[in-house]
């Protein structure tokens, strides 16, 4: 009698616990999403946002739709981003007709300093200001310099984090996936 | 007994082999008739790619509108609109929206989307729920006034909300006497 109760609590308690797995594993999928704010992965859309430029004016990605897009993430504290800004910014002269849209996002609160890094590179491109980080959480950028290369449609087709990408890389990147 | 099994081995094996040759066959004869004229059967494809990309379109709306009324019910539906009137005393910006002291939308506007403003377009800037009784909403729009000043304003309203959807519209037009901008907020009914 006292192991037949025994078994019982037993067989209960098996029950109880696989429940509460099964509680934990739906919850845990139905957080997922919310949770992991990671950056839009390659071959995913890349979010749409509007920053205000360095010239005052407000640009939003989704209006590039059609063009070919670089985001070019960067601070002016981070030494390897200038490099980078440097190299985008003779894409046009490396790309020829091919040239994509370039767009610097500078992910700073201080929008004078950013405009005055800009000019001091002489930056051809335009410069938006991210002072509320809002763009950097989106995108999840935790290194820099964050490259995206965008295609026509808004698609992520190439990603260098926290390393230098050459105009000539992207160009042979936006031929090879014939962008 | 183990010749019953090897006459059922036999006898399974035939039926696997009829049933392979069948299918070839009737690959070979689609094969056939593809090839017998292959501009009507591409014609057919393209026409069968139109149809359901249609569907597709019509799919996607349903779906769209589908969610609208699960997450937004008309119980407690809540629209905000903006519209722009003339506006030759400012030039927008910026609209920032707060619904009972929360901010919901913060909207940056580019050249086009002013433009498109300008032509009689009309935007939702925020949809949302809110339960029946008092509710206060604030706009602040940021932009240009005259003499290409900086220029923020604010405009308030505190409305009822029933039972039944509610429309709300923030317009900026022109108070030509005094030579500025003027930002209402009214009620659709």
Redesign the interface.
């Known amino acids: 009698m006292q192991r037949r109760d025994w078994y019982a609590r037993a067989r209960q308690r098996a029950l109880f616990e696989t429940l509460a797995l099964l509680a934990a594993a739906v919850a845990g999928l139905l957080a997922f999403p919310v949770l992991s704010d990671a950056r839009p992965a390659t071959g995913g859309p890349a979010p749409d946002f509007?920053?205000?430029a360095t010239d005052g004016?407000?640009?939003?990605l989704s209006?590039y739709r059609g063009d070919v897009v670089v985001l070019a993430f960067w601070a002016s504290w981070c030494g390897p981003c200038r490099d980078t800004l440097a190299q985008l910014n003779s894409l046009p002269s490396a790309a020829g007709e091919a040239a994509p849209v370039v767009l610097g996002v500078n992910l700073e609160g201080d929008g004078v300093r950013a405009a005055s890094v800009a000019q001091s590179l002489g930056l051809d491109f335009p410069t938006l200001l991210d002072t509320r980080q809002s763009v950097g959480r989106l995108y999840d950028v935790d290194r820099l310099p964050l490259t995206l290369l965008l295609d026509r449609d808004g698609v992520v087709r190439g990603a260098w984090s926290q390393q230098n990408v050459s105009g000539e890389e992207i160009v042979r990147q936006i031929e090879e996936l014939n962008l | 007994m183990s010749s019953s099994i090897n006459r059922l081995a036999a006898r399974t094996r035939w039926r696997a082999f009829a049933g392979a040759l069948l299918v070839c066959g009737g690959l070979l004869l689609g094969t056939a008739g593809h090839a017998a004229d292959p501009v009507a059967d591409l014609r057919s494809v393209d026409q069968d790619v139109q149809t359901l990309k249609k569907q597709l379109v019509d799919l996607n709306r349903d779906l769209f509108r589908l969610e609208e009324e699960l997450l937004y019910p008309a119980s407690t539906q809540v629209a905000v609109f903006l519209s722009l009137d003339v506006g030759t005393f400012f030039a927008l910006?910026?609209v920032t929206l707060k619904v009972d002291d929360k901010e919901v939308a913060n909207?940056?506007?580019?050249?086009?989307?002013v433009q498109a403003l300008h032509r009689g377009g009309v935007q939702k800037l925020f949809l949302g729920n809110l339960k029946a009784g008092e509710h206060e909403i604030v706009a602040f729009f940021t932009g240009k006034g005259p003499h290409e000043r900086d220029y923020r304003r604010g405009t308030t309203l505190k409305f009822d909300k029933a039972i039944g959807a509610k429309y709300l519209e923030l317009r900026i037009s022109d108070r030509q006497a005094a030579l500025q901008p003027e930002f209402v907020v009214r009620q659709w009914e």
């Open positions: 509007a920053l205000k004016r407000n640009l939003r209006e | 910006d910026s909207y940056l506007y580019t050249e086009r989307e």
